[in-house]
């Protein structure tokens, strides 16, 4: 596998995850409490002995490129391959632009790859959760003399018109190829994983393909290219959506979950502080959930997955929900089929995930948030006693006087007020102890209590990536 380089595609904006999406790429949102989806596509790396790559990063980048930083818990801070992180830059006699797709990524950057010594590229998306060994997919590609080798699997045909469906004939052979079709002819899709003989990329890329499910692909089929497909039966996810991410999350509660993640022939690599360990209290019950390290339950859980950090106290309940690093659900709160994002304050009494009625979509995003799922942003701080239905949108770094009743009704959405106080320091450059504690000062003189912040602890998030 040495002649072989992985180029990992981590640049998307990831738009239909909502609010999770919005200060971070899509590969940075957590996943089954202290994971990163990209975590899964640089093991699986490192796990089939590749241990070249190049992940392309362009959208909020910042999170992404503080939690892979060296490569070191990938074992990829090395002099020779290792990792590296390329983002969109300005070339002397080309106009200044954003990646215009996944092939003008690679296109993009492929004087890194054609400076490498390897024959062989290996095309991967950032933003799947799956567990794969490429060797045998390569290999695969070998045999049969291949310019691409696509792995595809299949997927219900509700799903197929968000993928490229093809069909194979009986040595494997792409005959046939739709992108994101709106009537599938198959439940056959590629899985947005290629393998490319780095002569045959060097030829099929170009300034007018910009996208390799709709432009190079299609290219290669026309032109005669030798294009195969590589079934994989193992798991795979595209967390793409709300829904598909809560689902995936609480999938990995049941008795002998399709992704196992404890698994010691194929581990899940990550970047994870030092916290102690996960403390249940004698007033606690806990119920078929996935708790992190660092977390502190005096209250109920569910069916939940709790990132490092959480803490649920006495009286409050967690259930089918997923609660992210640091954040704190107080006395006799109730957080029912959610997704609770970093450092998130639920005050005491209030219910996030009220009521029956599920099938009342959010008015701003009725295409993302229509299951009764409710999502909250990033470091918001819910009052004592709100009640807050269903497919509700709260974005981050909402505060109390942000909400103007009690009561936020299914579908409805509650958005920050104009930076003022805390959150104008936030954007003078404070740094986040100081920017928490005054955050501190601000909460008591709204009227919730200091300790909402960081309960009277030194906050965990110190040293580790802010989004």
């Known amino acids: 596998m040495k002649r072989t380089m992985a180029v990992i595609l981590a640049g998307g904006e ?3 995850l909502s609010i999770l999406s919005g200060v971070r790429a899509k590969p940075a949102v957590p996943f089954a409490g202290k994971y990163r989806i990209i975590d899964f596509t640089l093991s699986n790396c490192v796990n089939s002995d590749i241990t070249n790559v190049v992940v392309l990063t362009q959208y909020n980048p910042r999170s992404l490129n503080d939690h892979i930083g060296l490569g070191r818990p990938w074992d990829l801070d090395r002099n020779n391959g290792g990792v590296k992180l390329l983002q969109p830059y300005i070339a002397r006699g080309r106009v200044a632009e954003w990646y215009r797709g ?25 933003d799947h959760i799956y567990k794969m060994d490429y060797q045998p997919f390569i290999q695969a590609h070998r045999r049969k003399r291949a310019d691409v080798t696509i792995a595809v699997r299949q997927v219900p045909l509700a799903e ?22 709106k ?9 947005g ?24 692909i299609p290219a290669m089929l026309d032109g005669g290219a030798r294009v195969f497909g590589y079934h994989f039966d193992g798991y795979w996810q595209d967390v793409g959506t709300i829904q598909s991410y809560w689902e995936a999350n609480l999938a990995l509660l049941e008795d002998n979950a399709e992704l196992d993640l404890y698994d010691r022939d194929w581990l899940i690599h990550t970047r994870s502080e030092e916290r102690a360990p996960a403390q249940v209290g004698p007033t606690a019950q806990v119920h078929r959930s996935m708790i992190s390290h660092g977390c502190m339950i ?14 649920v106290d006495v009286g409050a309940v967690v259930r089918d929900s997923i609660v992210m690093f640091d954040s704190v659900i107080r006395s006799g709160a109730v957080v ?27 008015k701003q995003e009725p295409t993302r948030l229509n299951t ?28 109390a006087n942000d909400f103007p009743s009690r009561m936020v009704k299914s579908g409805s959405s509650i958005e920050s007020a104009r930076p003022r106080g805390a959150a104008a320091r936030v954007a003078a450059g404070k740094s986040a102890p100081e920017t928490r504690a005054a955050l501190a000062v601000e909460a008591s003189t709204n009227g919730r209590e200091p300790a909402a912040v960081g309960g009277g602890r030194k906050s965990a998030s110190a040293g580790r990536p802010e989004h």
């Open 336 to 362: 029912d089929r959610a997704i609770l994002d970093k450092e998130v304050v639920v005050g005491p009494g209030a219910i996030v995930g009220d009521g029956p009625d599920f099938d009342t979509p959010n």
């Open 160 to 181: 197929a018109s968000r993928m490229g469906i093809l069909a194979l004939d009986d040595a494997d052979r792409v005959v046939e190829w739709q992108e994101k079709p």
């Open 183 to 191: 009537h599938p002819k198959s439940d056959l899709a590629s899985m």
């Open 14 to 16: 990831g738009e239909r």
């Open 298 to 311: 005096n209250g109920t859980v569910v069916n939940s997955v709790l990132s490092p950090g959480v803490r």
């Open 372 to 399: 009764g799922i409710t999502v909250i942003g990033k470091r918001s701080i819910i009052p004592r006693g709100v009640r807050i239905g269903r497919n509700v949108k709260i974005a981050g770094d909402v505060k």
């Open 193 to 216: 994983v290629y393998v490319f003989s780095k002569r045959a990329l060097r030829k099929w890329l170009s300034d007018d393909r910009f996208d390799f499910g709709r432009d190079v």
């Open 102 to 126: 996944t092939a003008d990524a690679v296109l993009q950057n492929f004087n890194v790859i054609e400076h490498d010594a390897g024959d062989i590229i290996l095309v991967l998306a950032g």
